[in-house]
């Protein structure tokens, strides 16, 4: 088992950053790959990173390239998302999730979730 929980969302103006954080406890965290995804009210939840256990291999959606940033510390069994010049349409709750499966692109890949970070981004 897997308890992940995430800090750091919050309300900002658009073009303005945040940084989320999402730790984790319960197993050996490099054996896990971390995701972030978001959903907004009435979409479904979908991925904004990933990044391999041992931080080598990270994954974006195209709509945060350039943006976002993902990256890990398994010292502190903590996953981070960076992120900048942040949209409106980037308003969402923000969860992150570990899994040891090698499809780490897709929610259904990932068995353990936060309760999710509220960020808000006004215009």
Not at 79 to 100: F, G, I, W
Request: net charge positive; hydrophobic share 35%; proline share 3%.
């Amino acid at each position: 088992q897997v308890q992940l929980v995430e800090s750091g969302g919050g309300l900002v103006q658009a073009g303005g950053s945040l940084r989320l954080s999402c730790a984790a406890s319960g197993r050996t965290f490099s054996n896990y790959a971390m995701g972030w995804f978001r959903q907004a009210p009435g979409k479904e939840r979908d991925i904004v990173a990933a990044i391999s256990g041992g931080g080598g291999i990270v994954y974006y959606a195209d709509s945060v390239k350039g943006r976002f940033t993902i990256s890990r510390d398994n010292a502190k069994n903590t996953v981070y998302l960076q992120m900048n010049s942040l949209k409106p349409e980037d308003t969402a709750v923000y969860y992150c999730a570990a899994t040891r499966n090698n499809n780490y692109y897709y929610a259904p890949a990932y068995p353990y979730w936060g309760q999710g970070t509220q960020v808000a981004v006004s215009s």
